[in-house]
């Protein structure tokens, strides 16, 4: 396993700055984002320009605002277009019985709204539903993988790779502003 998901230890605000600036609409895009409820994480995919909020959005992931980056962007970099999947729902299903919370993952889906993109982060098991996560996006529910999933790999077990875990998601009104 040689996954990296280091953040820097100071954000680059005018390198972020510069390269949401260049970015093409369909540009192919990588970016690392650390979000307290799902720790750091890539996200890489095809990235659009949205007239609605005037930002850059890669899988519906605002990546600016307003033209500065936002708190979770880390890293933004180009990157080659990523290859086709053939999705097999046996090997995700298989792959969903073996996964832990604090697994490192990557993990592809395929979006109407969003197209093919991928997540690499830490899978986060959540109570409501017995669901777990990677940066957000619902890999799989009561042993079900989520219907956008078209690739699941589980690139290290837990205890197996050196990148913090977030806790599990333990209340639903952590997630939905419940008290």
Do not use: C
């Not at 953040?7 to 949401?20: C, E, N, V």
């Not at 933004?76 to 792959?95: C, F, N, R």
């Not at 956008?148 to 806790?167: C, F, K, N, Q, Y």
């Amino acid at each position: 396993m040689n996954y990296d998901l280091s953040a820097p230890a100071r954000r680059d605000i005018k390198g972020l700055t510069a390269a949401i600036e260049s970015a093409e609409d369909a540009a192919s895009l990588q970016a690392r984002l650390s979000a307290p409820r799902y720790g750091v994480f890539d996200l890489v995919g095809r990235a659009r320009r949205s007239p609605i909020i005037g930002g850059l959005l890669l899988a519906g992931t605002a990546l600016d605002q307003n033209g500065k980056p936002t708190k979770p962007l880390q890293v933004l970099e180009t990157i080659p277009e990523l290859d086709p999947v053939d999705p097999d729902p046996g090997a995700v299903a298989a792959q969903l019985a073996e996964l832990a919370h604090g697994d490192l993952v990557t993990v592809r889906f395929s979006d109407g709204a969003y197209g093919d993109f991928g997540v690499t982060g830490i899978a986060v098991w959540s109570v409501p539903g017995t669901t777990f996560l990677v940066g957000g996006w619902l890999i799989g529910s009561a042993g079900a993988p989520a219907p956008r999933v078209t690739e699941l790999v589980r690139l290290a077990p837990v205890g197996d790779h050196p990148w913090p875990v977030p806790a599990q998601i333990t209340v639903v009104g952590e997630d939905i502003g419940i008290d």
